[in-house]
């Protein structure tokens, strides 16, 4: 994808880029909808936890297509705002939603989550969780293609704990300071 | 790869944005100062009105044998060179392009404004937003191109004011017109959108050859021996030799697929152009008859001309080939085919004019007025100058060729034969709805 991208010369996305890189001290800022992504399959993850303890349950990475021509650029800050419900069918513990973002797709889970928010489940019920984490100066966000994955973390103190988290939103904003060449 | 892609759509998307404005470009800080009128019978006359090859310069002096241009803005552009280091953080095209098209001879007094707002992408799996906040106003909404039309070489002998020899010409054009999609798109930060056509329209041509010419420039009527005024022609014809000649037009893009992002094919290149091209390069020439008519009329005071060159110019070349270039999806290259080959095509040379007047009132006033069209565009300047002594003091104003008003003033000192002058001009070529003002220098030899 990456190489049709910008192998075929797509005009809007690089005449745009130039014009970006064109305007001095301004900004690149990506705002991207993460959710619409993993909207394809991949916003929610099932838990069966059947013993006390703790255990994680993941979905395939899912990969998101930003644009290129920012691979030198200088990543100024990244906010990853992320809402998700938590439906809960039986047991009680805690369930922890954890978001992944890596470069590539084998090592999504491999790393530290860049955020997570979770909270207390009893019996059936719906909890709505969110949170909000900024990095600073992370190149990882100069690719072009991202890997997220969605994990829920569940510690269950009265199994069987069965449910799933269902990611609700998950904005990505990227600011840049473009650097073409 | 990818710093050569970017770096050839910074070339072309914003070289071309704003080159039209070009012809405001003097050397002559006199005429920078009347807003591009040339009060003198000097080249830019010559070069549009046969008729003038006759008109002896007005015997109040005025033209200069030769002027110098003081390169006071060489200096600014070896203080500022730090800045276009394509790999510093600070690096910006837009200023890079702006001294390609304002080259900085002069010193510019006052810069346009660049844009330097923040860009915005909004992406989603099926959205794709570029806002380009105050940089849209960078993305063209008429065709943006440049091109000029010219005679190198002139070389003949003239008796008695006719004149034969033969002029080499070359004629170059090239425009982009962005499609309704990919306009809208970066000007008006429109989404988008799956399956469509985002594309560039491209119609390049180019041409040269060589022209036996046989011409004629005199006075018909009126004037004493001794004195300037009367009624002159000129008149050319030109029997066109075409060396070579190359055309292409078609469009260029890509089309989206079924999702923008997620898709297995979220987009396939798009190409398809005729490219003509004449054979035999050197030993067919392409073969065509135009010419040259002007006259100008020197009264005292009061002095017009209108001039017009290659009218009629229309170039058969019997030899060309027609080749179609469409980018092939299945192999993701592109196809080159011969459509046709051996066929005849047509080619024509832009007909240029210019009409100017001169209006000498006495008391060291001169006004002076004229509309130039070089084949790509007209422009229109009204200037006057004023002396006292050996002050000049000048003002004036223009229309550019694309339409933006622009204004000019300047003064000058002479001694004896030599001239010095200052001429501040506002320009609109740069990458700016702004303007700028340049201010020149120069020292001329009387």
């Known amino acids: 994808m990456r190489a049709k991208w910008i192998g075929a010369g797509t005009v809007a996305l690089v005449a745009a880029a130039a014009l970006t890189a064109a305007c001095g001290e301004g900004r690149a800022i990506f705002d991207v909808d993460v959710y619409s992504f993993l909207k394809s399959g991949a916003d929610t993850v099932h838990y069966p936890i059947p013993i006390v303890g703790t255990a994680s349950d993941s979905n395939p990475p899912i990969k998101v297509g930003l644009l290129g021509g920012f691979g030198k650029s200088v990543v100024d800050t990244v906010t990853i705002t992320g809402g998700a419900n938590i439906v809960n069918t039986t047991g009680s513990g805690s369930v922890t939603f954890r978001l992944f973002i890596a470069a590539d797709s084998a090592g999504t889970y491999s790393g530290t989550p860049v955020l997570t928010a979770g909270g207390a489940v009893n019996g059936p019920g719906t909890t709505a969780i969110g949170g909000v984490a900024t990095l600073i100066g992370d190149s990882l966000f100069n690719n072009q293609t991202l890997w997220f994955g969605v994990q829920a973390r569940v510690t269950a103190t009265t199994p069987p704990v069965t449910g799933k988290v269902q990611v609700t939103a998950l904005r990505l904003r990227v600011v840049m300071k473009p650097k073409l060449f | ?446």
């Open chain 2, 1 to 446: 790869m990818r710093s050569t892609l970017v770096g050839c759509w910074v070339v072309v998307l914003l070289v071309g944005a704003a080159e039209p404005a070009r012809a405001q470009f003097s050397f002559d800080a006199r005429r920078a100062g009347m807003g591009g009128v040339s009060l003198t019978r000097d080249g830019t006359l010559r070069r549009y009105n046969p008729a003038y090859r006759a008109v002896p310069d007005h015997r109040g002096g005025g033209r200069a044998k030769l002027t110098i241009p003081i390169p006071l803005g060489l200096l600014q552009a070896l203080k500022d060179s730090a800045a276009f280091d394509v790999h510093a953080s600070y690096f910006n095209a837009v200023e890079l392009v702006n001294k390609v098209l304002n080259p900085p001879l002069y010193l510019e007094v006052k810069k346009a404004p660049i844009p330097s707002n923040d860009v915005t992408f909004t992406v989603g799996r099926n959205a794709l937003v570029v806002d380009l906040g105050k940089a849209q106003q960078l993305v063209p909404t008429d065709e943006i191109g440049f091109g000029s039309s010219s005679r190198f070489l002139d070389l003949g002998i003239t008796i008695h004011g006719v004149h034969a020899g033969v002029l080499a010409f070359l004629q170059e054009d090239v425009g982009f017109t962005l499609g309704d999609t990919l306009r809208d798109f970066l000007r008006k930060a429109d989404s988008a959108r799956v399956r469509t056509l985002y594309f560039v329209n491209v119609d390049g041509k180019g041409q040269g050859g060589f022209a036996p010419t046989l011409s004629y420039a005199g006075r018909l009527a009126g004037g004493a021996p001794d004195s300037d005024d009367g009624f002159y022609v000129g008149g050319a014809l030109h029997y066109y030799f075409g060396v070579a000649y190359g055309r292409g037009t078609g469009t260029t893009g890509f089309r989206t697929g079924d999702t923008l992002f997620a898709g297995s094919n979220p987009i396939t290149p798009n190409v398809d152009a005729l490219v003509y091209t004449s054979n035999s390069i050197g030993k067919q020439f392409g073969h065509g008859v135009g010419g040259d008519i002007g006259f100008a009329y020197v009264a005292g005071p009061v002095e017009l001309g209108v001039g017009v060159n290659d009218l009629g110019a229309t170039l058969t070349w019997k030899d060309t080939q027609v080749r179609r270039l469409v980018y092939d999806t299945a192999t993701s290259s592109i196809k080159d085919s011969t459509v046709l080959n051996h066929v005849q095509s047509k080619t024509k040379l832009p007909a240029s004019y210019v009409a100017n007047v001169a209006y000498r009132m006495g008391q060291g006033i001169t006004l002076g007025a004229d509309i130039v069209d070089n084949g790509r565009g007209t422009a229109e300047h009204v200037g006057a100058e004023v002396r006292f002594g050996p002050l000049a003091v000048r003002g004036g104003v223009a229309r550019d060729t694309r339409k933006k008003v622009e204004f000019g003033t300047g003064a000058g000192l002479r001694f004896g034969p030599f001239g010095l002058d200052v001429g501040f001009w506002t320009h609109s070529n740069s990458l700016s709805n702004a303007r700028g003002v340049t201010m020149g220098t120069s020292l001329s030899i009387y």
